[in-house]
């Protein structure tokens, strides 16, 4: 396999992998809004840490 396939190949793994965590996160919020699973603060701090130390 050629590098330039390489690099396409992972981008598009890349991009795949990114909608999968944003379907996720769009659906532990709607289940917070519905009133389903954990606490809406718990959920919100969790995801600043992940991404604050980014």
Do not use: W
Not at 24 to 45: P, Q, T, W
């Amino acid at each position: 396999m050629s590098p330039t396939q390489q690099m396409l190949d992972y981008r598009r793994e890349i991009e795949e992998n990114q909608k999968q965590i944003r379907e996720m996160v769009l659906e532990s919020y709607h289940d917070i809004a519905a009133g389903k699973g954990r606490d809406c603060n718990e959920f919100f701090d969790e995801l600043e840490k992940k991404y604050s130390n980014v």
